[in-house]
């Protein structure tokens, strides 16, 4: 076993492991990024490593790391909060072995204490894609499957200070874990909740909030004029941004 983690991180690994066959230590000439997921749901972290690894500078590997106690979806502010504590302590436990840390929730659930508490750069998918959307002075509303945590999305918009051009969340009117279960459908519903953004809202970017949506915004950006933002590589972009020397 590499000793580059603990035990009951180990235990939390995918991503590299999901897509590669196995642990591996970092390709030779590679910048490893950990991404993780604050979900419990391998799958979705597998998909959300290659979502990331698809958007990442070709010297640049993206590895995955599962919370191990939230549920596989989390639907609500009270699981969020108890996905922090499980971020920290899985970035905090494989920093010394990463250039860099995504936090694949959209809440961003642990990613300021984790921040504190290592000497890489962190970043959030929410952060990441807020301040994409908002670039220039954009106003920008989200479109999502998860009212139970609305709150906490206009809570994120507020604390990076962009409540001003915030119009807003939109949502799907089906069970989340259903309908996130059916990608057609899901599609579908969140192509209803972007249009209302627009058309209701006057948003002039619209932000698929959450991580285990990653492949319906992938799909969502080439159906509207205005730009889709997909948090995921919003995310690497922003992380790699700042893993670059002289980056202030």
């Not at 106690?69 to 504590?85: F, G, K, R």
């Not at 058309?199 to 991580?211: C, M, P, W, Y």
């Amino acid at each position: 076993m590499n000793g580059w983690m603990t035990r009951r991180t180990l235990l939390a690994l995918t991503g590299a492991a999901a897509t590669g066959g196995g642990m591996k230590a970092a390709q030779a000439g590679k910048t490893r990024v950990l991404l993780i997921n604050p979900n419990s749901s391998q799958a979705t972290t597998a998909m959300m490593v290659q979502i990331a690894q698809s958007t990442a500078s070709p010297d640049v590997e993206i590895v995955g790391a599962t919370a191990p106690h939230s549920p596989p979806m989390i639907t609500d502010a009270v699981a969020l909060a108890a996905a922090a504590p499980q971020v920290v302590e899985i970035g905090v436990s494989m920093s010394k072995d990463v250039a860099g840390i995504i936090v694949s929730a959209f809440g961003d659930p642990g990613m300021e204490e984790l921040r504190r508490s290592v000497g890489i750069p962190v970043v959030g998918i929410a952060q990441a894609a807020m301040l994409a959307a908002s670039a220039n002075g954009r106003r920008f509303g989200v479109a999502t499957t998860t009212p139970q945590l609305v709150a906490s999305i206009d809570a994120r918009a507020a604390e990076l200070g962009l409540a001003h051009l915030y119009t807003g969340t939109r949502l799907t009117s089906e069970d989340p874990v259903k309908l996130t279960a059916d990608p057609a459908r899901l599609v579908e519903a969140l192509r209803v909740a972007v249009a209302a953004c627009i058309q209701l809202d006057k948003a002039e970017a619209v932000i698929i909030g959450g991580g285990p949506l990653g492949n319906a915004a992938t799909a969502l950006a080439p159906m509207f004029s205005i730009p889709v933002i997909a948090p995921i590589p919003a995310a690497v972009h922003r992380l790699q941004s700042l893993m670059t020397p002289g980056h202030t």
